[in-house]
């Protein structure tokens, strides 16, 4: 079966740093180094503003070394030709 989504290569979010709580209460603890994570995260709105999108997702993971890090999620779902058109709506038809 072909993979339905596009799979694209890791993007590291830029001058975010992850660190692992250390108490049990807190869910995430990371910090912006604002000298990289400005210019970065300037691109991204604008990147984001151009293609319509409304967020920019982040994923907070564990490396294989267990090092957190920041990646963003760009997942999309792929698009194909096989979806079938909308349906074409007639606005003078009351039903």
Avoid: C, H, R
Avoid at 55 to 67: E, G, R, Y
Avoid at 68 to 80: C, D, G, I, L, S
Wanted: aromatic share 14%; net charge negative; charged share 25%.
């Amino acid at each position: 079966m072909e993979n339905q989504y596009e799979n694209s290569d890791k993007e590291f979010a830029q001058g975010i740093y992850v660190q692992l709580p250390k108490q049990d209460f807190i869910l995430a603890e990371f910090g912006f180094k604002i000298s990289e994570f400005l210019p970065w995260f300037q691109e991204k709105v604008a990147s984001a503003n151009a293609s319509g999108e409304e967020f920019i997702n982040i994923q907070f993971k564990n490396s294989k070394a267990n090092k957190p890090y920041a990646e963003v999620n760009n997942w999309k779902p792929k698009q194909t030709g096989d979806s079938p058109p909308p349906p074409s709506v007639d606005i003078n038809d009351p039903f």
